[in-house]
């Protein structure tokens, strides 16, 4: 090979090596040799920070005593033997939910009647005709621990701790929190869960990207006025949190606060741009935008 060869090799070499070095510092592109994949755009995202700290527990018909005792001792039973943590994986882990049904009720036989709210996923949801969700799951496993057949009411969230509290249900099992005006209805038992509230925005909302606690949050969310319009599930923790609420010793602010049967319908109310922002527990939050994003 002459000098001049050489030459126009070396020259062919040295273009190929910058074309590549321009397209892997461009990102490089996929397997199909393609323009670079961008990653998809989220519908709506879930801000990062809890903004209360509250827990989780069944409610029992007052009129039962005998059942709070049992309930409490099925709970301290399914955390000590690891059943509790299975079921949780079951929904937050790789583990596989499992379908729960529901008898109909029938007063000549031993039953245990559940009020529930089935739009409040992971905790209970229904697909077709069977329920799903953490509380549901140990719903079953308390009736087949009692000896009971399950028939699982299910009802707007704000019947929940009525129901039992007219003895029309034994327990309410719906991702409830603590709080003291609904003992007026039920008898809670030991707590099995940690929860809190979170902030679903748009997923081009960049308002609340250099928040790093809740103080921060509730900053803005104070600057806003009745103009603004935040979505809650009705009768939750997060309506008492956007209205105020003395017993929890919430303030409140001054947006306007709209109340939805589930939390679902208020974060799809949000995209269609009529509300801003929608509070719910973290855990629905959760797998609320997980769902809509996979479906944008």
């Known amino acids: 090979m002459n000098k001049k060869t050489l030459a126009k090799v070396l020259s062919v070499v040295l273009a190929l090596v910058l074309g590549l070095t321009a397209l892997w510092a461009c990102g490089g592109n996929d397997e199909d040799g393609d323009a670079p994949v961008e990653p998809a755009a989220q519908a709506v995202k879930v801000i990062d920070i809890a903004l209360t700290e509250e827990e989780y527990a069944f409610g029992v018909d007052k009129a039962q005593p005998e059942l709070l005792e049992q309930v409490n001792a099925f709970i301290a039973e399914i955390k000590a033997n690891g059943k509790f943590d299975e079921i949780c994986n079951n929904y937050f882990g790789d583990g596989t939910p499992v379908a729960v049904k529901s008898a109909k009720l029938d007063d000549s036989k031993d039953q245990l009647v559940v009020a529930t709210n089935a739009a409040f996923e992971p905790f209970e949801y229904t697909k077709g ?44 099992m719906a991702g409830l929190t603590v709080k003291p005006d609904r003992e007026e209805y039920v008898t809670f038992s030991t707590s099995y869960y940690e929860a809190s509230q979170k902030l679903i925005v748009k997923g081009d909302d960049a308002a609340f990207d250099a928040c790093t606690d809740a103080a921060s949050v509730e900053a803005i969310l104070n600057s806003l006025d009745s103009t603004t319009k935040i979505g809650v599930q009705n009768g939750t923790t997060g309506q008492f949190y956007v209205e105020g609420d003395d017993d929890w010793g919430f303030d409140g602010f001054a947006a306007s606060c709209v109340g939805y049967k589930s939390g679902s319908l208020a974060v799809q109310d949000m995209i269609n741009g009529n509300i801003s922002y929608v509070i719910i527990d973290s855990a629905p939050a959760a797998c609320i935008t997980e769902a809509i994003n996979e479906m944008a």
């Open 129 to 172: 005709e069977d329920y799903y969700g953490i509380d549901m799951e140990i719903a079953a496993l308390l009736a087949e621990k009692l000896g009971k057949e399950l028939v699982i009411n299910n009802m707007d969230f704000d019947s929940v701790c009525l129901s039992v509290g007219q003895h029309k249900c034994d327990i309410a």
